[in-house]
């Protein structure tokens, strides 16, 4: 590991170790069912979950707030044909206090370490409900393990 390296991880965890959450909530929210699954309940099913959108801005000297964009797909396999059956986007406004400076190198490992493991279990929740609401199962999502 080279300096640039050790100096940006140390700056990363004295970011982290300051670091805040002083609120999250769901700023947009839309989901659709699109149609309806086979009758047959030994279709595979993909599951897709990716973040679509990580932004940031300093709101005062020592907060800042991230948008974090979420896209949720199920999708059932038939005759090797992904089929698209329920559609959530949502979009999470966190704000996070801290009196280190979030540069773009750490707001780089934060969005892919830290983001996600604070949004999941709200995901979850959103996931759940909203199939439910669409008349579809609900699903439980499995734990966000950092890697």
Do not use: W
Not at 54 to 81: A, C, M, P, S, W
């Amino acid at each position: 590991m080279d300096n640039t390296q050790q100096e940006l991880i140390k700056k990363y965890n004295e970011f982290i170790h300051s670091l805040e959450l002083v609120d999250i909530y769901v700023a947009e929210l839309t989901f659709k069912r699109v149609e309806d699954i086979p009758k047959n309940n030994q279709v595979p099913v993909k599951v897709t979950v990716k973040a679509t959108k990580n932004e940031y801005k300093r709101v005062e000297t020592d907060l800042y707030e991230i948008t974090h964009r979420v896209l949720f797909k199920l999708e059932y396999i038939q005759e090797g044909q992904e089929n698209l059956f329920f559609e959530l986007k949502v979009t999470f406004k966190l704000f996070y206090r801290c009196k280190h400076e979030l540069t773009n190198e750490i707001f780089k490992i934060f969005v892919e370490r830290n983001i996600p493991i604070n949004v999941f279990p709200f995901l979850r929740e959103i996931v759940s409900n909203s199939m439910y609401r669409a008349g579809l199962p609900p699903i439980l999502l499995p734990l966000k393990k950092r890697t």
